[in-house]
């Protein structure tokens, strides 16, 4: 097979950090691949006034697999401000790169598993009936539908005549928001399509079929939000009775799904949700399993074949400069696993899964995170793991 080649996509803060680590122990364990640097994040955004240069879109299209770290992402009044001088005032307006490439690639189906591994620390435990502990085993694999919903970009602040008038047919909004002053009103659309409802929720349905899981659980809000949710979950029930008779569909308020998680998360195996609700409640599972530094994520189109795969925590800009880098790499290493799994490379993304999980279990070897530490400089003289060093734990049990 010839050797692939990946998109290398650091972006911002720790990104680059997590990312070179991730490397590191992908060429330990055998993965034959050259890597490619893409461009993305804010230096980009402040220089060029595009933080998705067109030559990292090129890059995609070309090797169609990309591994992405973090970026950093403002508020538009910010993004402005800190635009370089030769570029204020041409028109540039500051969009999330990851929410573009999504869109441009038509990322719509985005995986985020959250699995419990032996031994963290910072797993989810509770009080049982008898007054011990429980420590339920967290295995849920969360579908959000990753590029229509609250995140479409659809939104207006002041919206033009055409818009407003449009609202203005709407009685509710006339009932409820004529009042306000035009340049005072921001709207914000939230955007669903059959067909890409359909996508998310048949993804959800083939992977519960495949792990031998009898109901998936449709988390939105079809009582309120009555046409968007309610498309998602028509659409869930149809499939379910026609194409999937054996698996049901719970239909679980979002709201309510938060509860519910923190009292039995066991009970939950595939959550599928909107954009939004998708990524509030797989950081809320995330939660469940160590946080942020074990938070992994893959986004594709399956007709295309491209694919993208990061981590769900942020860039973190305030740790990025410290002389040592101090924060957990394994959500980047098992983002990567997520990878290779869609490349069927199942043998090294098993023996890296392994040795993640070996590394966690026998507990010797810990980021600052696991140990319960304010992310802080010299948490490195308290006994916390650098990247590096957690990435090294690694490589030894590869």
């Known amino acids: 097979m010839a050797k692939r080649t990946i998109v290398a996509m650091p972006g911002d803060g720790i990104g680059k950090a997590v990312l070179e680590e991730c490397i590191r122990v992908l060429d330990a364990a055998g993965f034959d691949a050259e890597y490619v640097n893409g461009d993305i994040g804010w230096e980009f955004w402040c220089n060029e006034g595009n933080p998705l240069p067109d030559r990292t879109i090129k890059l995609l299209q070309e090797h169609k697999i990309g591994l992405f770290g973090a970026i950093t992402s403002k508020p538009k009044d910010k993004a402005a401000a800190e635009l370089s001088p030769a570029l204020k005032d041409k028109g540039f307006v500051y969009y999330s790169p990851i929410v573009t490439m999504r869109q441009k690639f038509g990322l719509d189906i985005c995986m985020r598993p959250c699995q419990t591994l032996k031994g963290n620390p910072l797993n989810f435990v509770r009080r049982n009936a008898s007054g011990g502990v429980d420590e339920p085993i967290v295995d849920t694999m969360i579908f959000r539908q990753n590029t229509e919903g609250l995140y479409g970009g659809v939104e207006w602040t002041n919206p033009p005549d055409q818009v407003y008038d449009a609202l203005m047919t709407h009685p509710r909004f006339r009932d409820n928001f ?89 009970n939950y195996h595939v959550v599928v949700a909107e954009n939004m609700f998708g990524d509030i409640a797989s950081d809320a599972f995330a939660g469940l399993i160590g946080g942020l530094g074990f938070a992994t994520s893959a986004q594709f189109n399956p007709d295309s074949g491209v694919a993208v795969f990061e981590p769900t925590h942020g860039s973190a800009p305030k740790y990025a400069d410290y002389a040592v880098s101090i924060v957990n790499p394994i959500a980047m290493i098992l983002s990567a696993v997520l990878m290779l799994e869609h490349l069927n490379e199942m043998e090294i993304a098993n023996r890296i899964r392994k040795a993640v999980g070996d590394v966690v279990a026998e507990g010797k070897v810990r980021a600052y995170d696991m140990l319960k530490m304010k992310g802080t400089a010299d948490v490195i003289n308290q006994g916390a793991a650098s990247t590096k060093q957690m990435a090294d734990a690694i490589i030894a049990k590869l």
């Open 178 to 266: 004529e009042w306000c002053p035009r340049e005072e009103l921001a709207v914000s659309t939230r955007i669903t399509t059959k067909k890409f409802c359909t996508r998310i929720i048949k993804a959800a349905f083939d992977y519960a079929k495949k792990r031998g899981f009898d109901k998936i659980t449709l988390c939105e809000k079809p009582n309120v939000i009555r046409e968007t949710s309610g498309m998602m979950l028509k659409i869930a029930q149809e499939m379910s009775k026609k194409d999937y008779p054996g698996i049901w569909v719970e239909d679980v308020n979002v709201d309510a799904m938060m509860m519910w998680l923190t009292k039995n998360p066991e």
